[in-house]
């Protein structure tokens, strides 16, 4: 249970559905539930993050970062095949922008970054 209200992959995947509404395109294929479920521990990390003291979460978020690292490289991959997809779908990929909706020509790097950012941020 992610904050009570359900498994954490599932609020992964809302999170990245408001963050891309073209990720229906992809959402059934098993790289990216497979992807959805690595995001899953240092989500979990990122909240429990918030409940440490200062030195502890300095100490911690050099891991962190190391496993959003690890998510972004595999997020490129993912990113190309849900280009394959969006142009099978006749959806066009050129800039930021053009499809409505779709934060940058590679949104699972995009989330990942934002996530990694947000957490830069924070701490």
Not at 48 to 59: D, H, K, T
Not at 79 to 100: F, N, Q, T, Y
Request: proline content about 7%.
């Amino acid at each position: 249970q992610f904050m009570g209200k359900g498994p954490v992959v599932d609020a992964i995947r809302d999170s990245f559905r408001r963050f891309c509404p073209t990720f229906e395109l992809c959402d059934q294929d098993n790289d990216m539930q497979f992807f959805m479920s690595q995001c899953a521990k240092p989500m979990c990390l990122v909240v429990r993050l918030s409940c440490e003291n200062r030195a502890r979460q300095r100490r911690k978020i050099g891991k962190l970062l190391a496993d959003w690292h690890i998510l972004m490289q595999n997020a490129l991959v993912l990113d190309r095949r849900a280009h394959e997809a969006m142009l099978k779908a006749g959806i066009p990929i050129s800039a930021p922008g053009v499809v409505p909706g779709l934060p940058a020509k590679h949104p699972c790097f995009s989330y990942c970054f934002d996530q990694t950012c947000g957490l830069l941020t924070h701490y």
